[in-house]
């Protein structure tokens, strides 16, 4: 499963990441516009954004990666934590894990919609190879047109927590 859906982890280090790139020759300022390092309120030093975290990575509907997802070990705030939005990536037309679900949604006519990516990879490991996830509890409308263009049939399976409910 980390294998198949390229699972990472941010150390816990304020530049961990940051020194990575800069390394690489990255530019820094492109990766701020990218979300995987921030700026200081000064604007003088960089700090990896994504730090302590798993990292997810978001892919598009042909398999490329447009961003990442983060969820916080331990605790804190934010628990989860996205790439910010940009040209390429939106969230409210991905849906996670939608590339490698595709085939088996059209073949079955059917979508398991779920929450997080954790839930999607949870399902994954269960046999299940139709789950798919709203990058967040909201679902838009850019989502469901995708989803009926591929499925007759939805099952929503949110968590049972308010923010749930609600979605």
């Known amino acids: 499963t980390i294998k198949t859906f390229q699972l990472g982890y941010a150390p816990d280090q304020w530049d961990f990441v940051t020194r990575f ?4 020759n ?3 300022p492109l990766m701020v516009k990218a979300g995987l390092i921030g700026k200081d309120e000064g604007g003088e030093r960089y700090f990896d954004r994504l730090r302590g975290r798993i990292i997810f ?3 598009n509907h042909q398999g490329q990666v447009v961003g990442f997802g983060g969820r916080l070990l331990g605790e804190g705030h934010p628990k989860y934590l996205n ?9 409210g037309k991905l849906l996670y894990n939608f ?5 088996e949604i059209r073949t079955h006519q059917t979508a398991l919609l779920l ?12 046999g299940i190879r139709t789950a798919i996830a709203t990058l967040g509890t909201a679902l838009s409308e850019d989502q ?3 989803i009926k263009r591929n499925a007759q049939r939805v099952i929503i399976c949110y968590d049972g927590d308010q923010a ?3 979605a």
């Open 57 to 59: 990575p978001i892919w």
């Open 21 to 24: 790139l800069e390394k690489r």
């Open 83 to 91: 790439s910010p939005e940009t040209i390429i990536f939106r969230k």
């Open 99 to 103: 590339h490698r679900a595709r085939q």
């Open 26 to 28: 990255f530019p820094l």
């Open 115 to 126: 929450e997080g990516y954790a839930d999607v990879l949870t399902a994954f490991q269960a």
């Open 164 to 166: 749930g409910i609600q």
């Open 144 to 146: 469901a047109r995708l």
